[in-house]
C-alpha cells in the first residue's frame, strides 16, 4: 500500500541483525492483569455535593497512578469518532505525499515523523507515524488544504475531504483545551499552587495535538510502537481507538489501559511532577506493536511556554528551578548520547 512508510527497507539492517536474535520484548517485564485504571466521572464536578469528593479523586489518581481516564468530560462521541476518521484519511494518503505535509498545509517543520532515523537498534524504533500540530498551526491549513485539492500541480491524487481535518482538529483541540486547564486548576488546588500559575505560563501555540497511527507489524515481538518514556507536558490529554495496546508500568509491572469509547486518558507529565514536588507522578507509558491491525489515537499535550520557569512553590524542592527549554536541551542531549530522555534526575537537588 503506498501509504505505508517503508520502515522494512529503511531499517533493513537493524531487522536482519534482531532476527539472529532470539528476543521477544514484551516477556522481559512482568504484566498485571488484575489492576484497572482509576475511571473519574466528571459530571460530578458540576454537582455541589459531589464536587470536593471528585476532585478528591482526580488528585489521589494522579499521585498514586500518574493516569487516570474520564467520562462525562465535555467532548462528545461524535466529535472523537470523527476526529479519528478524519485522521484515517490523513495518515491514508500516499506516503510521499505526507512527507510534503509542512509545504503543502503552511505547518511548523517536522510536522510528519516516523519511525527514528537515529535509531541503533530495534529497542530504538517505535512502529509508528505522527503529525504533530500547534495550537496555532490548525487555523493556517484551511487555505492550504483547499489549494492542495485545486492544484495538481502541487500533489498527485489529492482528497479534497482532507479539508475536513482542520475543522476536525479546531472542535477537538478547543475542547480538549479547556479540558487540561479546567483539570490543571484542580491539580494546581490539591498542592497549594498560586492559582495563577497556568495562566501566566501557558500560551496556545505552546500546546500541541498529535495524531497517531500504529501501522500492522510483521516483527511486534521485536519493536514497540511507542518506546516507554514519560511525557514532558503538564498534562497529556489522549483518545485512543478500540483496539488497545497503550500500557502504563505501575509497581514494577505493565498494566493495560483498556479502551473506552466514551473516556478520554489523563496522564501527568514530567513538568506537574516537578511542580507538585513528586506529590503527582509521571509515569512509564508505551504502546505494544500489533502485527495485524493499525491503530489510531489522538494526543493532546498541555505546557508552558519555552521560557517558562518550572520550580516548586512547597518548601525544600526537590528539584531545581529551570525553564522547559532548558529541560528539553538537556533530554534532547541525553537522547543523542545515551538513547535515553532520562528526564527529571538531571534536575534533583
Known sequence: MDYEPPFLNTYKTLLEKSLEEDTNLYSMVERSDDEQLPLIDLERLNNEEERDECMKEISEAASEWGFFQVINHGISNEIMEMMISEQKKLFHEPFVNKLSAETVFN????????????????????????????????????????????TKALLQNSNPALAKIRSRLE????????????????????????????????????????????????????????LPHSDTSFITILYQDQIGGLQLL???????????????????????????????????????????????????????????????????????KFTLREYRQQTQQDVNQTGDKVGLSRFVL
Request: net charge positive; charged share 20%.
Open 250 to 320: 505501575k509497581d514494577g509491572k505493565w498494566v493495560d489501559v483498556k479502551p473506552n469509547p466514551s473516556a478520554l486518558v489523563v496522564n501527568i507529565g514530567d513538568l506537574f511532577q516537578a511542580l507538585s514536588n513528586n506529590v503527582y507522578k509521571s509515569i512509564k507509558h508505551r504502546v505494544v506493536a500489533a502485527e495485524e491491525e493499525e491503530r489510531f489515537s489522538t494526543a493532546f499535550f498541555y505546557c508552558p511556554f519555552n521560557d517558562a520557569v518550572i520550580q516548586s512553590e512547597n518548601k525544600p524542592a526537590l528539584y531545581k
Open 107 to 150: 505547518l511548523s517543520p517536522n510536522t510528519y515523523r516516523w519511525g527514528n532515523p537515529c535509531a541503533t537498534n530495534l529497542t530504538q524504533l517505535p512502529w509508528l507515524e505522527a503529525f504533530h500540530f500547534s495550537l496555532t498551526d490548525i487555523p493556517n491549513m484551511e487555505h492550504h488544504i483547499t489549494l492542495r485539492a485545486k
Open 171 to 226: 472542535a477537538f483541540a478547543t475542547r480538549i483545551a479547556t479540558l487540561a486547564e479546567n483539570l490543571v486548576e484542580i491539580l494546581g488546588i490539591k498542592v497549594n499552587m498560586n492559582s495563577n500559575h497556568f495562566q501566566e505560563n501557558y500560551l496556545p501555540q505552546s500546546s500541541f495535538v498529535r495524531l497517531n497511527r500504529y501501522p500492522p507489524c510483521p516483527i511486534s515481538s521485536k519493536v514497540y510502537g511507542l
